[in-house]
């Protein structure tokens, strides 16, 4: 059972356009929500991150979006670089004990120049 | 700088020898985890360890071994590697909440091939 579904799988956008990335989730206990960049022949790093208290939080050109009572969240790319092109995974995870992520399967996003 | 390493970087290795990745970090972070990344399912846990000789099974922990016999270090091991173990795997460690936060640091990927 696949507790965090995420969509696209894959996206392309034109440079300087909005990139926006979907994700869902099972599991109400869940009370992180971060997004992992990796690019091509590297570990995923944390790119932003929310707690279920708030329903944005805004880093630079990125936002995540919060609706808790459809257990959704969205990640929003600005103004879409090259350099943005990259896979993108949403996570989701118990605080209160070791903060097993449970991860999403990945979205491919191409930012074309 | 502040790292996580993982050792081989890339392993082709045949069906029943057994292998150790290594995994090293230098953070002083007390939970170390193993992931599996496979094209169309994202990443997977493996095992995890909450403190040294603390380990706990992950998502997908057959056909896999571990130990936390130091803080720094936590290697995977598969005693009998198959061909579905094929696949490229990820180390990562965390600090205590209320320290260094939830944030999980990767390593930067050992891809493994098993024939």
């Given at each position: 059972q696949q507790q965090v579904k995420q969509s696209p799988q894959s996206l392309i956008v034109q440079k300087g356009g909005i990139s926006i990335i979907n994700c869902a989730y099972e599991?109400?206990?869940?009370d992180y929500f971060p997004w992992y960049q990796q690019f091509p022949g590297k570990g995923p790093a944390l790119l932003i991150a929310i707690r279920p208290d708030v329903s944005e939080k805004k880093e630079g050109r990125f936002t995540i979006s919060f609706n808790k009572s459809a257990k959704q969240f969205s990640l929003h790319i600005m103004?879409?670089?090259?350099?943005?092109s990259a896979t993108y995974f949403c996570a989701a995870s118990i605080?209160?004990?070791?903060?097993t992520l449970t991860f999403g399967k990945g979205t491919m996003l191409l930012v074309s120049p | 700088e502040a790292q996580v390493t993982q050792n081989p970087r890339y392993l082709i290795t045949v069906t029943g020898k057994k292998l150790t990745v290594t995994c090293s970090q230098n953070?002083?972070?007390e939970y170390m985890s193993w992931y599996r990344q496979d094209p169309g399912l994202g990443l997977r846990q493996i095992y995890y360890s909450m403190n040294v000789e603390v380990t706990d099974k992950g998502d997908v922990p057959e056909g896999y071994k571990v130990s936390r016999k130091e803080k720094r270090n936590f290697p995977l091991i598969l005693e009998s590697p198959s061909p579905n173990q094929t696949s490229l795997y990820f180390c990562a460690s965390r600090g205590s909440?209320?320290?260094?936060?939830y944030e999980q640091y990767f390593g930067p990927g050992t891809r493994l091939t098993v024939t």
């Open positions: 599991n109400t206990a869940f103004d879409s670089q090259p350099g943005d605080g209160r004990r070791y903060s | 953070m002083n972070h909440v209320g320290t260094a936060g």
